[in-house]
């Protein structure tokens, strides 16, 4: 079956720009995760929804940064006003149950 | 935030080596999970532990995770060129703080044939 896939692989946008990237987990998961990964760096937790419960949003770096889940499936993660330091890999995880989790290839994110 | 040491940062090695690169953390996980990246690709789960003191191994690849659940080493056997890649450790607290997962900061390896 598909694993997790994420859009758009690459985005370059202009500081102050909103950007939206998107994340689309393996059928039936219910638990999705954000990740930030920085050059030659791990990843960082930004942000997790399990199910209908309320997520768990203690990683997001500051209150530019906002997700959503729809319908329990496709996530958006949101960056407004973006700045030179939010150029980073951001990666997306689903998994079934809060163990094993799957990574999309990442979106690769350049703010110039 | 909380944070996972890991070490090596780098290795260079020839190929048929083995390989081993350990994390630590100064808190307690109840799952330990070894990852492989490849370049702009996502981490890929090559091991994952769940109980203090198990051992497990995956072909060439052995990983336990340590007794005190704050430490896990993984070793490679005979390495081989695929192998090159970005091997990260990862620790999980399932339950009330949902399974999110602290990583480490990665160890590069790079196999000479």
């Known amino acids: 079956g598909a694993g997790v896939s994420q859009s758009p692989s690459n985005k370059v946008t202009e500081k102050g720009k909103d950007v939206e990237l998107r994340c689309d987990p393996i059928?039936?998961?219910?638990?999705l995760y954000w990740y930030r990964q920085s050059l030659g760096q791990g990843l960082e937790f930004l942000i997790y929804f399990q199910g209908n419960s309320a997520p768990d949003k203690s990683g997001l770096p500051s209150d530019r940064f906002s997700a959503e889940r729809t319908g329990g499936s496709v996530s958006t993660l949101t960056i407004q006003r973006t700045q030179q330091e939010d150029s980073a890999v951001y990666l997306c995880?689903?998994?079934?149950?809060?163990?094993?989790?799957?990574f999309g290839p990442g979106t690769r994110l350049l703010v110039l | 935030g909380q944070q996972l040491n890991q070490s090596p940062q780098s290795m260079f090695i020839q190929e048929g080596e083995d390989v081993s690169m350990n994390c630590t953390s100064s808190?307690?996980?109840?799952?330990w999970l070894w990852y492989k990246q490849d370049p702009g690709e996502g981490p890929v789960l090559l091991i994952a532990?769940?109980?203090?003191?198990e051992l497990t191994s995956n072909g060439r690849l052995t990983a336990q995770f340590g007794i005190t659940r704050k430490d896990s080493f993984l070793n490679i056997s005979a390495s081989i060129p695929s192998d090159v890649g970005i091997y990260f450790c990862?620790?999980?607290?399932?339950?009330?703080?949902?399974?999110?997962?602290?990583f480490g900061q990665g160890t590069e390896l790079s196999v000479k044939p």
């Open positions: 990862a620790g999980q607290i399932v339950g009330n703080q949902g399974g999110k997962l602290i």
């Open positions: 995880a689903s998994s079934l149950a809060p163990k094993t989790q799957y």
């Open positions: 808190s307690i996980f109840n799952t």
């Open positions: 059928s039936g998961h219910t638990a």
């Open positions: 532990l769940y109980k203090a003191g």
